[in-house]
């Protein structure tokens, strides 16, 4: 048990109490009784007393999941300095994440295999460290917890403001401070799933900022609806994480667009469809039906706003994309024309002339990038 304690300590620190009292409380127990002692840093472990006062010790382990904003607590409740979460998650990370109830379960069937006869195990949780080093109660009542909860209010409010000013800088800053305070610590497989829903609660906050900076409903359910499929469909935290950036950055380049340029709502609802489409094979008539207007009243709106009618500007898409891909790209002429949405070699080749004035294998020619 000494070495268990001496070899899991932070700055010399993480008391399970006094060795002696721990002997005299195993000793006053019944044989087949276990007992789980929690540290003053949250790591368990558990003593069984066998017959013949024999003793099995089985950790450090541990049976939750930390945030950083409960490192926090634990650390400033201690008086170690609580910018050591980072230490605190390595000595934590080093541990098994055990249920004790399936560990007794366990334990009950390879002790009853090894003295053939059946037993029964009784699990006692108890706290046995000293009154000043008692273990921590994460909970309302803690002063820091209710602090860091109203940091985290702030964090969220700025974050919220920042989406509604379009500002994608300052918002992907709050939002990884948000993240940062709420993030376990320790890596497991449930940490996926919880990842999952904490971009739900993510594209909620962010959908009501959106609608505050005057997004349209339906661009707003698009946008949101086309985030939530690539989420349920990551299988990293990493894919998780790039998809919350990807999402902040669209919603800021929506907005600022609308700014920037005085755009109706249906303009911007337009342009969403076409920036994200314009190398598919679409009619515009199908995208006036999902707007529910007529396809020349959409026409109409577009065209008064960009200058330009939603076809020359998905064409002007194409052109742009495939200037692009000829200069960077070794593919051939057909393959990046196919790519770009033109519907063969041929007619990306005529429409590519009759508007840049020369065919796309001269251009490539004169704007190809050295390798």
């Known amino acids: 048990m000494l070495k268990v304690i001496k070899s899991n300590t932070l700055d010399d620190f993480n008391s399970f109490g006094n060795l002696e009292r721990i002997e005299s409380y195993m000793k006053s127990i019944s044989t087949n009784c276990a007992i789980q002692i929690n540290s003053t840093l949250q790591l368990k472990v558990l003593l069984i007393k066998l017959e013949n006062n024999k003793f099995v010790i089985i950790g450090p382990y541990i049976d939750d999941l930390l945030t950083k904003l409960d490192c926090s607590i634990i650390l400033r409740r201690v008086g170690i300095n609580t910018r050591k979460n980072e230490s605190l998650m390595l000595l934590r990370n080093k541990f098994t994440v055990l249920n004790v109830d399936k560990l007794i379960q366990k334990l009950q069937s390879v002790l009853s295999f090894s003295i053939d006869k059946s037993i029964t195990i009784n699990l006692k949780k108890i706290n046995l460290t000293p009154a000043n080093q008692s273990s921590i109660s994460l909970n309302e009542n803690n002063r820091?917890?209710?602090?860091?909860?109203?940091?985290?209010?702030?964090?969220?409010?700025?974050?919220?403001?920042?989406?509604?000013?379009?500002?994608?800088?300052?918002?992907?800053?709050?939002?990884?401070?948000?993240?940062?305070?709420?993030?376990?610590?320790?890596q497991t497989g449930n940490v996926l799933t919880m990842a999952q829903i904490s971009a739900a609660v993510n594209r909620t906050t962010i959908r009501i900022a959106a609608s505050n900076a005057g997004i349209p409903p339906v661009l707003n359910d698009q946008i949101s609806k086309e985030s939530a499929k690539k989420v349920r469909a990551s299988s990293s935290l990493k894919q998780i994480y790039e998809e919350h950036e990807h999402l902040i950055r669209t919603y800021c380049d929506v907005i600022q667009r609308q700014r920037k340029n005085n755009y109706s709502v249906l303009t911007i609802s337009i342009l969403y469809f076409l920036d994200k489409h314009f190398t598919d094979s679409f009619q515009i008539k199908y995208l006036a039906a999902e707007l529910n207007i007529s396809t020349n009243y959409l026409i109409r709106s577009f065209k008064a706003d960009v200058h330009t009618t939603p076809k020359n500007y998905v064409l002007n898409k194409r052109l742009n994309l495939s200037k692009r891909l000829l200069s960077e790209t070794a593919d051939p002429i057909n393959v990046i024309g196919e790519s770009c949405g033109f519907i063969d070699a041929n007619y990306f080749t005529r429409v590519f002339k009759k508007i840049v004035n020369m065919t796309p294998s001269e251009y490539r020619q004169m704007y190809k990038f050295p390798d």
Request: no cysteine; charged share 25%.
């Open 144 to 186: 820091f917890y209710n602090e860091s909860i109203i940091q985290r209010y702030t964090h969220e409010q700025k974050f919220m403001r920042s989406i509604q000013n379009g500002d994608f800088k300052t918002a992907i800053d709050q939002w990884h401070l948000l993240h940062d305070s709420v993030r376990p610590l320790k």
